[in-house]
Nanobody, 126 residues
């Protein structure tokens, strides 16, 4: 059973930066798609960025391209989201998610992901 635990959220002013971390445990020796999603109350969960642990694939939502970077440390089973030039509209609960995948393409649909963390809050003030 894969378990994901996020950390690194907080409150920053617009233009600031935060780095979210997601620690994974319970992994098998297989590859996974891992992603960051965010959600604000009353709205659907939105895909932010995703990466294939076997390499060769990353993708970003248009709203964060050029500002956010997803990365991984496979040795430590860690996933990161570096968020720069933060905007008030980036305010949301951010979730780390994963699903097992054998090819280097990762869905942006949250329903494809069957492992989820508990979330970490990011608040950006203007």
């Amino acid at each position: 059973q894969v378990q994901l635990v996020e950390s690194g959220g907080g409150s920053v002013q617009a233009g600031g930066s935060l780095r979210l971390s997601c620690g994974a445990s319970g992994y098998t020796y297989r590859n996974y798609c891992m992603g960051w999603f965010r959600q604000v109350p009353g709205k659907e969960r939105e895909g932010v960025a995703r990466i294939y642990t076997g390499g060769g694939f990353t993708a970003y939502a248009n709203s964060v391209k050029g500002r956010f970077t997803i990365s991984q440390d496979k040795a430590d089973n860690m996933l990161y989201l570096q968020m720069n030039s933060l905007k008030p509209e980036d305010t949301a609960m951010y979730y780390c998610a994963a699903y097992e995948r054998g090819v280097a393409y990762c869905s942006g649909d949250s329903s494809s992901y069957n492992y989820w963390g508990q979330g970490t809050q990011v608040t950006v003030s203007s």
